[in-house]
């Protein structure tokens, strides 16, 4: 395919987002949309949104993504998966090349007539479970956010910790109290406690029969590995987050046996690719995965759907229907209903910008 046409869009929306995890409520949300249109007239979109516990930029990730706009306009390209790395320098910046190759495995998609997971692996199914977000929150505002949850269908909780070991058993151990076996529970530290912390923190929370325990400390912690294996010896699954970047990553925690659940968010990988080794090493392992994205637009939460889709076990709810509180500006052709994100026929992605709202939003040169 003969690339006419390359766009990126710098955006920023203002949001008034709660404290919901130990690194602090969004205030802005930095986001890079990529657009790519090949000589028969298709369109495939991308998406770049650092990871929020990395140093990547959306400012750097412009850059990066307008350098490589400028080198593949009027450019043949026959390997999607192969260009990307040739049109700019993508180290330490794996949000910016994610916004390419995504771009690139839409077009590719569109113009071959199929739907964007055939590029991953083709599908297992066409819809999965969501989760529910519960930060840091009282044990009665937990309370009603996980009504509000029940009645839209979704019955599995992701309740956040890592903050205050008391405060944060009261809540979970509230949740299953005032709602039994209606709920699943799963809890993520995102790295704040110690390491004397995690392990009183699980000893505290075993009675509310959590499904995993997220990311109890950072990997920096000195014997981190040590502490995922003792919190397993007790029951409770270790899922890892902030510990899971690469292959090696994945890699080095089955050989350590410290991980049950990886949670997979694409951006942190460098691209949909990627992101699938690193799933298919987990699940060749016996590991579960879990997608996972912050505040990414419909184009972000559809590379996530499509790989959600390609996955050989999805017993588990997915983090992929947590969008920001602002209007739209990306619009898909899927569906979010009574629990369960499913996807529409079509081919590629099934999601694209509004072009008259991203530019309302781009940040000034």
């Known amino acids: 395919m003969r690339i006419t046409e390359a ?17 602090g409520g969004a205030t802005r949300l930095d986001r890079v949309i990529v657009r790519l249109r090949d ?6 979109w991308g998406e770049a949104m ?9 400012a750097a ?46 077009l590719w998609a569109r113009a071959s007539g199929r739907p964007f997971s055939d590029a991953l692996g083709g599908e ?49 151990l509230s949740l299953r109290e005032a ?23 699980t000893n505290k929370i075993l009675p509310a029969g959590i499904d995993h325990f997220e990311q109890p400390v950072l990997p ?23 510990s899971l970047f690469s292959l090696d990553d994945a890699e080095r925690l089955i050989a350590e046996d410290a991980v049950d659940v990886g949670v997979i968010k ?18 060749a392992a016996g590991k579960a995965c879990i997608l996972s994205s912050s505040y990414e637009s419909h184009i972000g939460k559809s590379s996530g759907l499509a790989l959600a889709l390609s996955l050989e076990n999805c017993d588990r709810a997915h983090e992929l229907g947590h969008f920001a509180p602002e209007e739209d500006f990306t619009r898909w052709r899927h569906d979010i209903s009574g629990g369960v994100m499913s996807r529409r026929e079509g081919t590629g992605l099934g999601a694209e910008g509004i072009l008259y709202r991203m530019e309302a939003m781009t940040v000034p040169a």
Request: proline share 3%; with cysteine.
């Open 61 to 106: 990730d412009a850059v990066a993504l307008r350098e490589a706009a400028g080198k593949i306009a009027g450019r043949e390209v026959e390997d999607p998966a192969a260009e990307v790395d040739r049109l700019a320098d993508f180290g330490g910046l794996k949000a910016a090349r994610t916004g390419l190759e995504t771009a690139l495995l839409d």
């Open 220 to 242: 920096s912690e000195e014997g981190c590995f040590d502490v995922f294996r003792e919190i397993r010896a007790m029951g409770i699954p270790i899922a890892v987050d902030e």
């Open 50 to 58: 650092p990871v929020s516990f990395t140093e990547e930029t959306g």
């Open 266 to 283: 694409i951006a942190k990988f460098g691209g949909p690719l990627a992101a699938r080794e690193v799933a298919r090493a987990l699940e």
């Open 39 to 44: 000589d028969a007239g298709n369109e495939g």
């Open 179 to 201: 709602f039994g076996d209606r709920i699943r529970l799963r809890t993520d530290a995102n790295g704040g406690y110690s390491a004397d912390e995690a392990i009183r923190f």
């Open 124 to 172: 297992r199914r066409d819809r999965f479970a969501l989760d529910g977000p519960i930060g840091l929150v009282s044990p009665e505002e937990a309370a009603e956010k996980a009504k509000g949850f029940l009645a839209s269908g979704i019955s599995t909780l992701k309740v956040k910790a890592g903050q205050d070991l008391e405060a944060d058993a009261r809540r979970l």
């Open 7 to 23: 766009d990126v869009w710098e955006t920023a929306s203002q949001v008034n987002q709660r404290s919901r995890n130990r690194y």
